[in-house]
């Protein structure tokens, strides 16, 4: 897999043209190149484990100057800091730090590592891999899907602590989507769950994690892989996703948008609205399988879009297999500090409770595990009847 140029610019008063280069199966570690048009001639001017540009997307570009780069790093336990790099030496100081507290804190008590795996037909995969802590035996573990650069907060979106699950003794794996995007719908969350499956066994192979107890939560696209896994998979313990999949109710919304949607629709997911596609429709949209979702699921999600998600959400609820959460005034990825902590919060619970069993005794969360205790009792009855 070719390594991908996300940023350029010139450097003043000079020939050379400094490109970034983002290494998807090095968990999107970048470097930082310049290229003289004049003679043709490439050198590299600075190399990263992490990100090295103007902020936390891939294609920001640093500041420049004649004789120096003044760029945002961040590493998957590095907090984000501002440094100088030297365009002709690569040698690089620190300007700013403000997160340097925290950088000791996790390195003091976090590992993190980068893996790399294929699955059985040859297809590449990366992450970053959380050990967990005080664990006497293999822990469970926590995976999110989708994107994994620069400092992990919460994985796309900030919704699931990676570090606190991990310091609770849940092993954790940001795994990286497949690049580049597959069109087909079917293949598309099919090498998410080949992702999913593969490290699972690779992690269980060498003894880092227990794979019967195996927790899954994404953002977007990650919200679809996770879903598609519990329903095309018994690999998932429990679920936890924070925006809507493919619905008829979002194809009945988005349809005022006329042509251009059902366009996307066929494009994305090579479904529409004619009855050739019914079979389509029966194989993507999770309320045609509300049979196969067997493990719990936690669904925090905005105000914008939890419409669309109503389909499967309410026959889960009214079954005890799942519980809804609405944020107010939050659009695709939430922002709100307070609906932030509330989430992350949340979310810890949530996999302490089906991967560790283990309650927080804060005694205002008493109602949240009454509740939880009753899914997780009908959960029991329903594998007894089977």
């Not at 004789?67 to 002709?88: H, I, K």
């Not at 469970?140 to 699931?160: A, H, I, K, N």
């Not at 609205?273 to 399988?289: A, C, E, I, M, Y």
């Not at 595990?369 to 009753?374: C, G, L």
Request: aromatic content about 10%; charged content about 20%; glycine content about 8%.
């Amino acid at each position: 897999m070719d390594r991908m140029i996300t940023g350029a610019l010139w450097r003043p008063d000079s020939d050379e043209v400094l490109f970034t280069v983002t290494d998807p199966l090095r968990t999107h570690a970048q470097a930082i190149h310049a290229w003289d048009v004049s003679t043709g001639g490439v050198r590299e001017v600075v190399s990263t484990q992490g990100l090295i540009n103007g902020g936390r997307e891939l294609s920001s570009d640093c500041g420049v100057s004649a004789s120096a780069l003044v760029c945002v790093t961040a590493a998957a336990n590095q907090p984000p800091r501002l440094e100088r790099v030297d365009v002709m030496t690569g040698e690089r100081r620190i300007l700013f730090n403000p997160n340097a507290g925290l950088a000791v804190d996790l390195d003091a008590q976090i590992q993190v590592r980068p893996l790399r795996w294929s699955d059985a037909n040859g297809q590449q995969f990366s992450g970053q891999f959380f050990p967990a802590r005080g664990q006497a035996g293999p822990p469970p573990l926590f995976v999110t899907y989708y994107s994994c650069p620069g400092f992990l907060r919460g994985g796309l979106g900030d919704e699931w602590p990676l570090a606190p699950l991990a310091q609770h003794g849940i092993a954790v794996l940001c795994i990286n989507r497949v690049h580049p995007f597959e069109l087909d719908a079917v293949k598309r969350y099919g090498q998410g769950l080949s992702a999913l499956g593969s490290a699972i066994e690779l992690l269980a192979s060498q003894g880092e994690i227990d794979r019967n107890r195996i927790g899954m939560g994404g953002l977007s696209f990650g919200s679809e892989v996770t879903l598609w896994s519990m329903v095309y998979s018994d690999l998932v313990t429990a679920g936890s996703i924070s925006t809507p999949t493919l619905t008829p109710t979002y194809a009945l919304m988005g349809g005022i948008k006329g042509d251009p949607f059902e366009r996307s629709l066929q494009e994305y997911w090579q479904i529409g609205l004619k009855p050739q596609t019914f079979g389509q429709w029966k194989r993507l949209s999770h309320d045609q399988n509300l049979d196969k979702i067997s493990a719990p699921l936690l669904m925090q999600m905005s105000e914008q879009e939890y419409l669309y998600a109503l389909d499967y959400a309410v026959p889960l609820v009214r079954d005890r297999r799942a519980e809804l959460y609405v944020f107010a005034n939050e659009p695709h990825q939430k922002f709100q500090p307070q609906h932030k902590l509330a989430v992350y919060e949340r979310n810890l619970d949530w996999f302490r409770f089906w991967l560790l069993d283990e309650e927080d005794p804060d005694p205002l969360k008493r109602a949240q595990y009454a509740r939880w205790r009753i899914m997780r009792s009908q959960q029991d009855h329903d594998r007894s009847q089977h």
